[in-house]
């Protein structure tokens, strides 16, 4: 899993994080080809057009608690007695609600005409031989426990906007509305291989057996994983020998079935580096030098209608980078609208006392105190630091970080799901 290099002699400046990813999103045509799902089925897709109600929500007043409908006229003081003129359950409909009486009326029922609040049956006794009188010892104002018809969503509105990534919340709205289906952007087919003769797979070969220089290959576990988890239709074609011919092959193949081509390592100027040459023979590539750290070297290049993504080779190098740029580039190639990676405002409760000219992001953990504990070893090739982190700290260049200052947080959970 080597770096991704230069050429030492035709070293660019290092590009700001900001501008990698503007142009790496101005790159990307977003996927025009669309599918209908069932609702129940759309989670974590991405809408392909507005979803517009034919209807309002709730379709008429309705009680939000158990209890009996009323004018509210009727009760001037705590005590009155009222009869009891009706039964009114979820899903029945009552009739006009006469001066002096009340309806039972249950959570989600129909609001009878002439009520104008509801008395929740715990602020309620009901008397009489027969049961059919009901003292109410609360006076309630007008509009009391009524959901209005169309409070939640009203005709004609648009409810889920095209481009918005859909979440458990979204479905439930949509159902609300009786949307059984919905047309979201087919997944983005991903190609991901790894280079390297020096990788060796998980259980092809015991730990006191592995030969030396070998390393297990980690990076393709955790980008497959990614890749899932962001809608992605993955190939996994495994690893690729260090060699020119097969690498041509493997890219050539990938690039006519998919979307986007995605590694990590391997692109580089040494004898046994094969995808940089591969690539351009291919099609075209750009190598960045990207001022963040971990993960300056990125590559981004095309190979016919294909993306190519190279990331760096070390492990929380290739993760951190895939969040702050393949990951935008993966939801706006679905035609997400919003990409952008949100951050909050949290209390650092360590000391960080080497500012760096690069931006630095931190793995970190929040704590019982609501601060922020930093991992020990910052190393990028350290990816317990991702494991027991729950989150990232984005500092900015040349700054250095003392236990109270305000820093801002990304949370991998957020970013993740």
């Known amino acids: 899993m080597r770096e991704i290099s230069m050429n030492a002699a035709h070293k660019p400046p290092l590009l700001p994080l900001d501008a990698a ?5 101005v790159a990307v045509i977003s996927l025009n080809e669309t599918q209908a799902l069932p609702t129940m089925e759309a989670d974590g897709r991405v809408l392909a057009q507005d ?4 209807l309002q929500v709730p379709a008429h007043d309705n009680s939000s608690m158990d209890g009996y409908a009323m004018r509210s006229a009727d009760v001037q003081s705590p005590g009155a007695l009222l009869q009891v003129a009706q039964r009114i359950p979820a899903g029945s409909v009552g009739t006009p609600l006469l001066p002096g009486t009340a309806a039972r009326i249950f959570t ?35 509009g009391q426990w009524i959901r209005r018809a169309g409070e939640d969503v009203t005709h004609g509105a648009v409810v889920l906007a095209r481009g918005l990534r859909l979440g458990p919340a979204h479905l439930g709205l949509a159902a609300s509305i009786g949307m059984a289906t919905l047309n979201v952007v087919r997944r983005p087919r991903v190609a991901l291989f790894s280079t390297g003769d020096e990788l060796v797979m998980p259980g092809t070969c015991a730990p006191q057996d592995m030969p030396p220089g070998a390393i297990y290959n980690s990076n393709r576990f955790f980008l497959n994983a990614l890749l899932r988890r962001l809608g992605a239709d993955v190939t996994d074609l495994g690893i690729v020998p260090d060699q020119r011919d097969a690498t041509i092959t493997a890219l050539r193949e990938a690039a006519a079935t998919h979307d986007v081509i995605l590694t990590s390592g391997g692109v580089s100027v040494g004898e046994e580096d094969h995808i940089k040459p591969a690539v351009q023979a291919l099609g075209q590539l750009d190598l960045w030098q990207i001022a963040i750290k971990p993960g300056k070297p990125f590559a981004h290049g095309r190979i016919g209608a294909a993306h190519f993504i190279g990331l760096p080779g070390n492990p929380v190098s290739s993760f951190v980078t895939f969040l702050l740029l393949v990951r935008p580039f993966l939801l706006r190639l679905q035609g997400q ?10 209390r650092a409760d360590f000391t960080w006392a080497r500012a760096d000219k690069r931006r630095e992001f931190l793995r970190v953990r929040r704590n019982e105190a609501g601060g922020l504990d930093l991992f020990p070893n910052q190393s990028s090739g350290v990816l317990t630091s991702a494991v027991w982190g729950d989150g990232l700290l984005d500092n900015p260049s040349g700054r250095t970080i003392a236990p109270g200052d305000t820093v801002q947080f990304v949370s991998f959970a957020e970013i993740l799901s």
């Not at 979803?51 to 034919?54: D, E, I, M, P």
């Not at 989600?108 to 027969?130: K, R």
């Open 51 to 54: 979803v517009v109600s034919t």
């Open 108 to 142: 989600g029922a129909p609001v009878p005409p002439g009520a104008d609040a509801i008395v929740m049956q715990e602020d309620c006794s009901v008397e009489g031989l027969a049961q059919d009188q009901v003292r109410v010892q609360a006076v309630p104002p007008v």
């Open 21 to 25: 990813l503007g142009q790496l999103l």
């Open 337 to 346: 609208t919003d990409v952008a990676i949100k951050t909050v405002a949290a």
